[in-house]
């Protein structure tokens, strides 16, 4: 507990620093705990810090292992079409959608259950073809192709980006940003950029994150 509040401390000051250095108000950035491989013991306590916006999990198998009502999650990791139904009603929103026939099973199994699932479409940065994700060049080109599901909301973008260099990242967080500037302009609703991981959530925050999903500074403490 302690050890959670001393590395949220120092990661708060930093996301204030980055914020300010890219002209963004670092009080609205959010953070995401990336919980895959935690215990829920440990999970709950770093929620009761308040500090800690949600729990993220990757696998649809292991959240479901510990999955609590009053636990916010989220979904980020890829999921398979046929795992909608088991997740649906239990998360907050589905950070990981890319593909179209992900949508219609979204919208299927939130109509079942009388929601309106909120999703944010995953951009994948890098083009790396072991992750999953759109090009961020699609993104306007998808978002008009959720636009036809009733039963989702669309509520912004999430972004992995590659292992790379400060320039190449700042362009990848550049690029990023501007679509989801572009959505915001174009549809209502839109106020998640989920952009920044452990490695590089400085960065993230400086190029206008504000949700950054963290695993290892927040269980670990800095790198
Ligand atoms: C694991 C994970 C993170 C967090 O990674 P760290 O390097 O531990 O901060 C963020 N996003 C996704 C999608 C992840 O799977």
Redesign the pocket.
């Known amino acids: 507990m302690q050890a959670f509040s001393d590395n949220l401390n120092i990661i708060t000051k930093k996301i204030e620093q980055a914020a300010k250095k890219g002209g963004f108000d670092g009080s609205s950035v959010r953070i995401l705990a990336?919980t895959?491989s935690r215990q829920i013991e440990q999970i709950c306590s770093l929620l009761s810090t308040g500090k800690v916006d949600a729990a993220?999990e990757?696998r649809v198998q292991e959240f479901l292992g510990k999955y609590q009502p009053d636990i916010t999650f989220d979904f980020?990791?890829r999921l398979q079409t046929n795992k909608v139904k088991y997740i649906i009603d239990k998360v907050r929103l589905i950070q990981s959608v890319d593909r179209e026939n992900l949508l219609s099973e979204i919208d299927k199994q939130a109509a079942k259950h009388g929601i309106i699932a909120d999703i944010l479409i995953q951009i994948n940065s890098g083009l790396e073809e072991a992750k999953g994700g759109i090009d961020v060049a699609d993104t306007l080109s998808f978002a008009e192709k959720v636009q036809k599901f009733a039963n989702i909301r669309l509520r912004g973008i999430m972004a992995?980006a590659p292992i790379a260099s400060e320039v190449t990242l700042r362009k990848c967080f550049g690029d990023v940003y501007r679509a989801y500037r572009s959505l915001q302009k174009a549809y209502a609703n839109i106020d998640y950029l989920s952009m920044g991981?452990?490695?590089d959530y400085e960065l993230a925050v400086e190029c206008g994150s504000n949700m950054i999903?963290?695993?290892?500074?927040l269980f670990e403490g800095e790198l």
């Open positions: 990336a895959k993220g990757n980020i990791g992995v991981m452990s490695e999903r963290l695993g290892r500074v």
